[in-house]
Every structure is written in structure tokens, then in C-alpha cells.
């Protein structure tokens, strides 16, 4: 055996390495625990809090899902500081050269502060909640997270979006008043307009009485346009958040069906089909 291993005090090795697995098994247990415990508390008083401050639910969850990110940063930088504790690194040096490396890389990462800045004035000015229903940056879908630095969004195709907030220099939320139902209908221009109208108008009133999501109308405005092979129809009325589709849905259903027992032709591309037969 070399007489450097000879030197070596193995048993104080030994006794160091089991000595720091213990300590970091110790940390690691630490954090699942307290993390755990601690989204648990989060996640009751922001329950507690919207039910005792009247904070609508959505908020609520925007204001949850930003206090769980900031724990979870928090918790992981003091997770990472104990860790490097356990090593007997002296930790002074170790923040101080963090901090001159975070100064000389701070002027790179000015994308990040502006992330930081302008998602603390989305939350500060309560543009958006999660569950809400907006455009950000030319993208349409339902809020599921706002953080400091991006913003989730689910387009309705179901594809999730993370939007740098820098990103969002125009912000369109729909879900903060009532929304607009928007139906055209094209007839024949062999039909008889007012017949049609006086149809699609008795559907309309059997759909307010029946559908307490609509708020106002629906009401037949009349002819918005003459199109190639048909008069266009408009039916226009206001809903509750996020009912518009629905209602849409059933007036079109309910006034083809109405034409379709009062004998009102819908236009639809027919297709001719010419031969021409060669003389021999």
C-alpha cells in the first residue's frame, strides 16, 4: 500500500462523509416537509381570505399561485445556502461573489427586470385574474397562471402558452362585463324577408325565455348584407362571461330547424355537373 494512503485517516473520511450524507438527507427532508406544509398553509389562507374579504375566486387563485412561487424560490435559495453549509464553505465570499457576477451579468438581463416590473403592475392594477378570458399578446385563451416573469395562458385548441411579460404591450381581457352573441344567417333571395325575420325573431324570444345566460335580446336587426347567393341575417344579443359560444350555437341550431318546418331555403354551392357527347 502507497505510504500516502497509509497517511490517510480513513476513519475520519468516513466518519465526514457519513457525517454529511446525514445532514443532507436531513435538508432534503427538511424541504419536502416544509414545502409541503407550506403550499398546504398558502393554499388555506388565500381559501379563508377570499371567502372573508368577498375576493373573487379568480383573484384569489392569481394571488395563490404568485405566493407559492415566491416560497418556492425562497425555500429553494435557503435549501441551496444549508447545502453549501454543510460543506464548511464560508458563505460570505460565496453571496459576495454572487453579487459582483449578478452586476456584471445584470446589464444582459434587462429582459428579465422587465418581466419582473411589468408583471408587478399586471397583478398591482388587477389587469387579469386566472380563469379569465383575454388576449395577450395577439394570442387568445384562458388565464391559468400569472408570475412575475411570465404569464400561462391555454389557447382553446388546448395549447399552453408561457408569454414573457415583457411581451404584453396590449392586453384585451373579455371577461369582465358581458359578452356578445353574434349570429348570421343567410336566406334565399327568393324568400320572403319579413317571413324569415318574424321566424328567426319567435325563435329568438323562446331562447331568452329558456336561457337565463342571456342578458339582453336576442333581437333580429335586420339585413346586414347581400351577398352572391344569399341575404345575410344578423341576430345579436348580449350573455353571461363565456356563454356567447353556447348561445350562438343554439340559435343557429334553433333557426335552421325553424326554417327548415316553415319551408325557408338556406342557400347552400350547388354543383353542375356539364358532358358533352362526341358524334362519331
Given at each position: 500500500?502507497?505510504?500516502?494512503?497509509?497517511?490517510?485517516?480513513?476513519?475520519?473520511?468516513?466518519?465526514?462523509?457519513?457525517?454529511?450524507?446525514?445532514?443532507l438527507i436531513g435538508i432534503l427532508i427538511a424541504f419536502v416537509i416544509i414545502r409541503a406544509i407550506g403550499k398546504k398553509f398558502i393554499e388555506t389562507s388565500f381559501t379563508k381570505m377570499g371567502r372573508q374579504r368577498n375576493i373573487t375566486p379568480g383573484r384569489s387563485k392569481t394571488l395563490e399561485k404568485l405566493a407559492l412561487n415566491v416560497f418556492s424560490y425562497v425555500l429553494i435559495f435557503i435549501v441551496i445556502t444549508l447545502i453549501v453549509g454543510v460543506f464548511e464553505y464560508d458563505i460570505a465570499p460565496l453571496i459576495a461573489g454572487a453579487g459582483i457576477i449578478g452586476l456584471a451579468i445584470g446589464?444582459?438581463?434587462?429582459?428579465?427586470?422587465?418581466?419582473?416590473?411589468?408583471?408587478?403592475?399586471?397583478?398591482?392594477?388587477?389587469?387579469?385574474?386566472?380563469?379569465?378570458?383575454?388576449?395577450?399578446?395577439?394570442?387568445?385563451?384562458?388565464?391559468?397562471?400569472?408570475?412575475?416573469?411570465?404569464?400561462?395562458?391555454?389557447?382553446?385548441?388546448?395549447?399552453?402558452?408561457?408569454?414573457?411579460?415583457?411581451?404584453?404591450?396590449?392586453?384585451?381581457?373579455?371577461?369582465?362585463?358581458?359578452?356578445?352573441?353574434?349570429?348570421?344567417?343567410?336566406?334565399?333571395?327568393?324568400?320572403?324577408?319579413?317571413?324569415?325575420?318574424?321566424?328567426?325573431?319567435?325563435?329568438?324570444?323562446?331562447?331568452?325565455?329558456?336561457?337565463?345566460?342571456?342578458?339582453?335580446?336576442?333581437?333580429?336587426?335586420?339585413?346586414?348584407?347581400?351577398?352572391?347567393?344569399?341575404?345575410?341575417?344578423?341576430?345579436?344579443?348580449?350573455?353571461?362571461?363565456?356563454?356567447?359560444?353556447?348561445?350562438?350555437?343554439?340559435?343557429?341550431?334553433?333557426?335552421?330547424?325553424?326554417?327548415?318546418?316553415?319551408?325557408?331555403?338556406?342557400?347552400?354551392?350547388?354543383?353542375?355537373?356539364?358532358?358533352?357527347?362526341?358524334?362519331?
Amino acid at each position: 500500500m502507497p505510504d500516502w494512503m497509509i497517511a490517510v485517516n480513513w476513519e475520519e473520511i468516513g466518519t465526514k462523509a457519513v457525517t454529511v450524507s446525514l445532514q443532507l438527507i436531513g435538508i432534503l427532508i427538511a424541504f419536502v416537509i416544509i414545502r409541503a406544509i407550506g403550499k398546504k398553509f398558502i393554499e388555506t389562507s388565500f381559501t379563508k381570505m377570499g371567502r372573508q374579504r368577498n375576493i373573487t375566486p379568480g383573484r384569489s387563485k392569481t394571488l395563490e399561485k404568485l405566493a407559492l412561487n415566491v416560497f418556492s424560490y425562497v425555500l429553494i435559495f435557503i435549501v441551496i445556502t444549508l447545502i453549501v453549509g454543510v460543506f464548511e464553505y464560508d458563505i460570505a465570499p460565496l453571496i459576495a461573489g454572487a453579487g459582483i457576477i449578478g452586476l456584471a451579468i445584470g446589464f444582459g438581463a434587462q429582459g428579465l427586470v422587465s418581466d419582473v416590473v411589468t408583471g408587478f403592475f399586471i397583478l398591482l392594477e388587477k389587469q387579469i385574474d386566472v380563469e379569465e378570458y383575454v388576449t395577450l399578446a395577439g394570442l387568445d385563451g384562458i388565464v391559468e397562471e400569472v408570475g412575475l416573469r411570465t404569464t400561462r395562458l391555454r389557447g382553446f385548441d388546448g395549447t399552453v402558452h408561457y408569454i414573457p411579460n415583457r411581451e404584453i404591450s396590449s392586453l384585451s381581457n373579455h371577461s369582465r362585463s358581458n359578452m356578445q352573441a353574434l349570429v348570421d344567417i343567410g336566406i334565399s333571395y327568393d324568400e320572403n324577408i319579413d317571413k324569415a325575420v318574424k321566424v328567426m325573431q319567435d325563435v329568438c324570444d323562446r331562447a331568452a325565455q329558456e336561457e337565463e345566460a342571456i342578458i339582453e335580446g336576442p333581437d333580429v336587426l335586420g339585413v346586414q348584407g347581400l351577398e352572391d347567393s344569399d341575404v345575410v341575417i344578423r341576430v345579436i344579443a348580449k350573455t353571461a362571461n363565456m356563454e356567447q359560444w353556447r348561445i350562438e350555437r343554439r340559435l343557429r341550431k334553433d333557426i335552421k330547424e325553424a326554417f327548415d318546418l316553415h319551408g325557408i331555403e338556406i342557400p347552400f354551392p350547388h354543383q353542375v355537373n356539364i358532358s358533352k357527347e362526341e358524334n362519331n
